[in-house]
């Protein structure tokens, strides 16, 4: 399950990026569009990239950070003091 959510998380990142991108330099028809059509300042334009790159930062390091939880309980149960190995789950 971690697999699947792991993958899911990284192409949400990269659909968030891709997004965040342009608008963050400013270029594109998208950024275009918003300043002309939707009367939005250059400096919100770039906001509303810049919280989109955060987004994909987020979901990246999220994901590191719940595979790092994963591999130190997995450690934990390993070294129990008693020598047997516990079964860790997802492993």
């Known amino acids: 399950m971690y697999i699947a959510a792991a993958v899911l998380s990284v192409l949400l ?6 997004a965040g991108a342009p608008k963050v330099l400013l270029k594109g028809d998208v950024s ?30 999220g994901t590191l950070l719940a595979a790092a939880g994963h591999r130190r309980r997995c450690r934990l149960r390993d070294h129990d003091g ?6 860790c789950q997802g492993r």
């Open 82 to 87: 008693r020598g047997d190995r516990l079964p």
């Open 13 to 18: 990142a990269l659909v968030a990026l891709a």
């Open 32 to 61: 275009a569009g918003l300043q002309s059509h939707m009367g939005l300042s250059a400096g919100f334009v770039r906001f509303i990239g810049l919280a989109e790159v955060a987004a994909a930062v987020g979901l990246v390091v």
